[in-house]
């Protein structure tokens, strides 16, 4: 699905994620205590190594280390991670560390907003961990070489962002109706909301209230998954086929 254009030989198998600073090329940037850690503690740097660095916007640059404190930002590159089309996942609170595996895949596989929601059979009612999903959206988006982070936005309840985003789909393990029968009418101009519940899914009566606003509930297989299986394999799939939309739009005759 990714190709990548720059040369392989030109920076290390590094990317940065700077969003604290304006990266723009030619500039020196000064760089924070967890950026310093990372490229010297963990990632073993020295003076005059390059890397790529990203300004989670869009944008990535190839640059290098003057010093243990900065970096130097050379040039934009082309460097082709990111899809055309939009994701917007909104996750049901999970317990423990499943939320922080879902952001960190989530952001892998390529979404570009995470909004955590509050539903009828979540068993979090909150979630203090803003600030540490930022931080594993970052990281998985160096890992992957993204040149976006996904926003992560506060909380919300499920009703009331349901009504915000008027479509999109949401996988429920009653409905008997599989993506394919929807694809043809899913609008790649637009982001897609993907509704995906907490542990004890989605009520039938969540379910006929997105349906009211426009959002298709459809199936995700014969069996029931997890809810961080869910998440994680229904963006993949939807990238997937989103990627190929103009071939599998042309052989696709199923009509709702």
Known sequence: MFRFIYNKN???NITLCIQYAEVLPDRVIA???SDIKYLFNVMRCKKGDKLLISDGKGKIFSGRILNKNSIEIIKEEVLETEDRFSIILCQGLLKGDKMDFVIQKATELGVKEIIPFISERSIPKNSRK????KKIAKEASEQSKRKFVPHIKEVRKFNDLVEEAKSGILFWENSDKPLIKVFNYLNLDSP???FVGPEGGFSSEEVCFAEKFGIKSLSLGKRILRAETAAISSIA???FL????DIIKIKNDIKL
């Open 10 to 12: 030109m920076a290390k």
């Open 31 to 33: 760089l924070d205590k």
């Open 130 to 133: 803003i600030e540490r999903w």
């Open 192 to 194: 897609l909301f993907l």
């Open 237 to 239: 799939i939807l990238s």
């Open 242 to 245: 989103l990627e190929n939309y």
